[in-house]
C-alpha cells in the first residue's frame, strides 16, 4: 500500500464515532450490489460477521485449502484461486498473509478492541497493486451466508475477500463465469499459463512441469470444459461440467504392481460429497 493510501484509510477509521462501524456507500448493502441485471432477490439479511457468530476472525490457524466453500454464486473460477495449500498460504515471517502481496493485510480484527467494520484488500489489477475497502457486511439467509464462505463459521478471510473482489467488478453477479488464471494473475501479480489437454501432444512432459511447477510453489487448477450454467451437479465419475478446481497436490509414487504412477490431486470448491470416485480416489 502507498503512504498516502495507508493515510488515507487511516484517516476514515478515525472519522468514525465511537462504535460507530464503517458503511461502504460505494458498494451498498442493498440488491445492486449483488445484481447489475434486473435480477432481484428477496428475504437477503446484510450481517456483519460479529452478529453471525461470536469472536468471529479474519483466519484462524492461518488460511488452507480446505477453507473454501463455494456458496451460490457461479464464480467457481475464482474461488479455487483462493484454495491453496496451507503451507503455500500461511503468514511469511514478518506475519503477513499473502500470496504475492498481502491481499489481506493483517491486523484487522472483526471485533473488538480496534473493530471499525471497514476492511482492506489488495488486488494485481492491469500492472499494479490496487486498494480496494469495503464494509463487512455480508449477504445472508436464513442467518447463513449466501456466497462463499470458510469451512469454519467462525473464520471470514474466503467471504472477506470475495466481496471485495466482488467490488473491484462493480457486483457479485459480474463474478459469474470465468477464467481461473485471471483471479490468479490479480490475487499475485504473477503470469500465467494455459494448457489445453486436447491440444497437447506429450502429456509426460506436461505432466513433468506440473510436478515442478507444484515444488516451486506455483498456483496450479483445472477445469472441465462446458457450460457453467449447467455447472449444478456430477456426473457419474463425480466431476462436474463447466467447472474449475484447486490443484491442491502433483506426486510421482512408486506402486508394486503398476510401478511408476503420476497423480494430481484436486478439490472440488463446493466442498460436499461431489467429487473424483475413480481410481485412487478415497474408495
Known sequence: MFPQEEDSIQALR????????????????DNSTIFFSERTEADIAWKRPFELVDEPQMF???ASRRDVVQGCLGDCWFSPSCGRRRQE?????????????????PEQPLFGDGY???VVCHFWRFGEWVTVC???????????????????????????VEKAYAKLHGTYE?????????AMV?????????????????????????????RNGAFITCSRKGDWRNATKADEHGLVEGHAYTVS??????????????????RNPWASGDEWNGSWSDT
Request: glycine share 10%.
Open 14 to 29: 478515525t472519522t468514525l464515532a465511537l462504535e460507530e462501524h464503517f458503511c461502504d456507500e460505494d458498494f451498498p448493502a
Open 134 to 160: 469495503i464494509d463487512d457486511r455480508l449477504p445472508t439467509k436464513d442467518g447463513v451466508l449466501m456466497f462463499a464462505r470458510s469451512a469454519d463459521p467462525s473464520e471470514f478471510w474466503v467471504a472477506l
Open 249 to 266: 497436490g502433483v506426486a510421482r509414487v512408486k506402486h508394486e504392481e503398476h510401478g511408476t504412477v503420476n497423480l494430481i490431486r484436486v
Open 89 to 105: 498460504v500461511q503468514a511469511d515471517r514478518e506475519g503477513r498473509f499473502c500470496w504475492g502481496k498481502e491481499v489481506v493485510p
Open 116 to 118: 471499525t467494520g471497514l
Open 60 to 62: 484462524i490457524d492461518g
Open 186 to 214: 490479480d490475487l499475485t501479480g504473477g503470469l500465467a499459463e494455459r494448457y489445453d489437454m486436447e491440444d497437447t501432444d506429450n502429456l509426460k512432459k506436461l505432466y513433468t512441469h506440473l510436478l515442478k511447477s507444484s
Open 174 to 182: 459480474a463474478l459469474e463465469g470465468g477464467q481461473s488464471m485471471d
